[in-house]
């Protein structure tokens, strides 16, 4: 059964930095695609980066753009978000997920991600 698992939230003041790994085990499909979302208290989930597995493609929310990047090493199964200058806003927590295929998740969003991890929590804070 696929399984993800994120790791490498926590507490950072604002503009500091942090590094979240989504690891990926197990399988049911290959995945296409994975996607970093994140979502704050009382606000809807929202998707800040998605990555094409096979050749790392990517799109950033606008919104984080400059301040965040996705990459993905295939050896490890292991998909990264790397969060700059962090702030308060950014607080949430960030899960990430897989689908089978990146144009379809992540380009027109016709279709949802089919696994997701059980997120971990980012806090921005002096």
């Known amino acids: 059964q696929l399984q993800l698992v994120e790791s490498g939230g926590g507490l950072v003041r604002p503009g500091g930095s942090l590094s979240l790994s989504c690891a990926v085990s197990?399988?049911?499909?290959?995945?296409?695609?994975v996607g970093w979302f994140r979502q704050a208290p009382g606000k809807e989930r929202e998707r800040v980066a998605c990555?094409?597995?096979?050749?790392?493609?990517?799109n950033i929310r606008d919104s984080v753009k400059g301040r965040f990047a996705v990459s993905r090493d295939n050896a490890k199964r292991t998909v990264y978000l790397q969060m700059n200058a962090l702030k308060p806003e950014d607080t949430a927590t960030y899960f990430c997920?897989?689908?089978?295929?990146?144009?379809?998740?992540?380009?027109?969003?016709?279709?949802?991600?089919?696994?997701w991890g059980q997120g971990t929590l980012v806090t921005v804070s002096s």
């Open positions: 997920a897989a689908g089978r295929d990146y144009f379809h998740m992540c380009v027109i969003d016709s279709r949802s991600p089919e696994v």
């Open positions: 197990g399988f049911t499909f290959e995945p296409g695609a």
């Open positions: 990555i094409s597995i096979p050749d790392g493609t990517h």
